[in-house]
């Protein structure tokens, strides 16, 4: 079962991660194969990112909380964007990993606020990407009070090539494989490669 919630999850991501999304202490544990205990929250975090199975849905930031309540084994996940159509996926896989650990009672719940930004994506999380050959975002822009400016041209700082590092990219498409990448060719290597959009 996935259940929204708009409550405000907690302070400000640490370096490279995700904010708790409250104090509640973790889950416990269900014995593996050899006897020994395996906490909910260490079998969430082998989860994968259905779009970017590179990443960890950990790496990504999207994993808020682990925690547990009258048996019962709540994860909040933060999706990357409202409306994305892989929050069932990640829902699905959570749920099927637990279960598969041990832990029959699973609720996953949609926390919203705060919302979530590529910043949250881990250290760990960048150098898959790179090595995957996608580029890996940038810094988020700072949020904008009062008017928003316009600009039509290309952006100030170029897209580093996952493949050479080389600066000389050029934008091809805004929109990649799935709507939070775009599309980027090296004019240096020459290859083609996706960006993680900064949000």
Do not use: N
Not at 7 to 18: M, Q, V, W, Y
Not at 158 to 177: E, K, M, N, W
Request: with cysteine; aromatic share 4%; glycine share 12%.
């Amino acid at each position: 079962m996935v259940t929204a919630s708009t409550r405000d999850a907690g302070g400000a991501p640490d370096a490279g991660g995700a904010p708790d999304a409250g104090g509640a202490p973790d889950a416990g544990g269900a014995p593996d194969a050899g006897g020994a205990a395996v906490s909910a929250r260490a079998v969430a975090e082998t989860v994968t990112d259905p779009e970017l199975p590179m990443l960890t849905l950990a790496d990504l930031g999207v994993l808020r909380e682990v925690s547990e309540a009258g048996g019962t084994v709540i994860v909040s996940i933060t999706p990357t964007y409202t409306g994305c159509p892989a929050m069932d996926a990640m829902r699905d896989d959570l749920v099927r990993g637990l279960h598969g650990a041990g832990f029959p009672d699973v609720e996953v719940r949609a926390v919203l606020r705060p919302a979530w930004s590529t910043d949250w994506i881990s250290a760990a999380g960048r150098r898959k990407l790179a090595a995957a050959g996608i580029a890996p975002p940038r810094a988020a822009p700072l949020p904008v009070t009062g008017p928003i400016p316009l600009t039509l041209g290309p952006p100030a700082r170029p897209v580093r090539c996952p493949h050479c590092g080389s600066a000389q990219t050029r934008l091809v498409s805004y929109f990649g494989a799935t709507a939070c990448r775009s599309l980027h060719r090296c004019g240096a290597c020459q290859e083609p490669f996706e960006h993680v959009k900064e949000i």
